[in-house]
């Protein structure tokens, strides 16, 4: 099963729409890191979130990670087509020697005009 | 301007040859990765450095090398070995090895003719 779950797989919203995203794991996270990446290319860095309760923003995309950090949620506001893409979450997990990078799955986004 | 580049963008592999991809870094960043991303399956790391003449294996290490001769370069070569590359291959940096941002380059796109 995967270490870190993203829901939904996939959403196509209507211009203007709001909408959440959601990375879940079952275990601590120590850093959660939101990406942006269109098909073919590279991945954007959107935010990186370590204290539980931490929230950021940038333009109309919220990220937060929740008190226990075993749960992100990205939220777009007033969505545009440029939000288009697949939005990818990454956690550190562990610590020491035994620190990783996991990565969920993606979610890919539609934004109709 | 900052940042990763790889090349080539699209990269065609013929049965039995050993193919080399690119990946060049002016941030001076300490550590640097390589991963290989397939539909559906997200991003699999394949080897990371975290220092100059230092590298380790990643998740899927098996039919790649690489060498980390110089700070801002790691190269990885797809050998023979490996059965199956056709693949999306993204090359990350990251500042340090604490919970810094991983980078990530433009990609290559690796198929086998």
């Known amino acids: 099963s995967q270490e870190l779950e993203q829901s939904p797989q996939s959403l196509i919203v209507q211009e203007g729409k709001n909408l959440t995203i959601n990375c879940t794991s079952s275990?601590?996270?120590?850093?959660l890191y939101w990406y942006k990446q269109k098909y073919g290319e590279g991945l954007i860095f959107l935010m990186m979130?370590?204290?539980g309760g931490e929230e950021k923003s940038h333009e109309k995309i919220t990220a937060k990670l929740d008190e226990k950090k075993q749960q992100s949620s990205l939220h777009i506001t007033a969505s545009q087509p440029s939000h288009a893409g697949i939005y990818l979450c990454g956690a550190d997990m562990g610590a020491g020697n035994n620190r990783k990078l996991i990565w969920g799955l993606g979610t890919s986004l539609a934004v109709n005009p | 301007d900052g940042g990763i580049t790889q090349s080539p963008k699209y990269l065609f592999r013929k049965e039995g040859q050993n193919v080399t991809l690119s990946c060049e870094q002016n941030l001076n960043h300490d550590a640097m990765y390589w991963y290989r991303q397939d539909p559906g399956q997200g991003l699999r790391l394949i080897y990371y450095s975290q220092i100059v003449n230092d590298f380790q294996k990643g998740d899927i290490a098996e039919g790649y090398s690489v060498s980390r001769e110089k700070k801002e370069s790691f190269p990885l070569t797809v050998t023979s070995a490996q059965k199956n590359p056709t693949a999306f291959y993204l090359c990350?940096?990251?500042?340090?090895?604490?919970?810094?941002?991983?980078?990530f380059g433009p990609g290559t796109r690796l198929l086998v003719l």
């Open positions: 275990k601590t996270l120590y850093g």
């Open positions: 990350a940096s990251r500042n340090g090895g604490g919970r810094e941002t991983q980078y």
């Open positions: 979130l370590q204290k």
